[in-house]
């Protein structure tokens, strides 16, 4: 594993924990990120970090300068970035608490910033995006899971515009799409990094069941507060896995 690693880390970011040793507040030609760069020490290594909601404030996933964040990690010289996703469970065997590697994404947001040529004096580039999520990095991230004892829920990600959560009958369209967990923010971010050349994964912790699926209809704000915690120290033990194999 690639010592230039950085992360992205989104609403789970208190319950993670991360051993915060540095911040650099930056500036980029598309503004300014959501948070400082945050240098957070895993295993012994230092690793270069972003809140991707902020830090004092939250940012809401539609309004995130992704742009910025992107550009951030990648002029502090990032060239692979695991970003930490929280998603609700489409597939009935994907439950929260649960952490997951998506393989693949739908794209279902609205007017965000997707390109770094959108706007500024930069060629537009049209990358191959057949494949959005870095396998390397995913196959990575699943061993270490594997050698925590994990299992690792694999599928289609289906991105929306939040900060609203779905309806039932728009899961129900998801599902029928062929997704298997829903989340805010892993676009544009994956389509950023693939236009900079970084190797992008995402690991995901379902907090709750999607819209109209918990089986035993708990409320979902109140499976979210149950899952957390346990889905995010599974992700803490997976990233000191894999990056004290590094």
């Not at 597939?91 to 997951?100: M, R």
């Not at 693949?104 to 706007?119: C, K, N, V």
């Not at 990358?127 to 829920?153: E, H, W």
């Amino acid at each position: 594993m690639s010592p230039d690693i950085g992360l992205i880390v989104g609403s789970g970011l208190a319950a993670l924990g991360l051993d915060v040793v540095g911040t650099e507040t930056v500036q980029t030609s598309f503004g300014e990120p959501s948070s400082p760069l945050l240098s957070v020490a895993i295993a012994d290594k230092r690793l270069e970090c972003i809140a991707r909601h902020g830090v004092e404030r939250w940012i809401a996933p539609h309004a995130v300068n992704y742009r910025a964040n992107v550009r951030a990690l990648h002029e502090a010289g990032v060239g692979r970035v695991i970003a930490i996703n929280l998603v609700g469970a489409i597939s009935p065997d994907f439950t929260p608490g649960s952490i997951a590697i998506p393989d693949q994404l739908i794209d279902y947001t609205a007017g965000r910033e997707s390109s770094f040529g959108e706007g500024q004096d930069i060629e537009t580039r049209h990358v191959d995006f057949t494949l959005p999520f870095d396998p390397i990095l995913s196959g990575a991230i699943a061993a270490a899971a594997a050698d925590c004892g994990y299992s690792i829920r694999r599928g289609v990600y289906g991105v929306v515009q939040g900060p609203r959560l779905e309806t039932a009958a728009e899961i129900d369209r998801l599902e029928r799409d062929g997704c298997t967990m829903v989340g805010m923010t892993a676009m544009p971010e994956a389509v950023l990094a693939r236009e900079l050349g970084i190797d992008y994964a995402v690991l995901a912790v379902a907090v709750n069941y999607a819209a109209g699926r918990s089986p035993g209809g708990v409320p979902i704000h109140a499976e979210i507060e149950q899952a957390l915690a346990d889905g995010m120290l599974r992700v803490a033990e997976v990233l000191k896995r894999l990056l004290a194999s590094s």
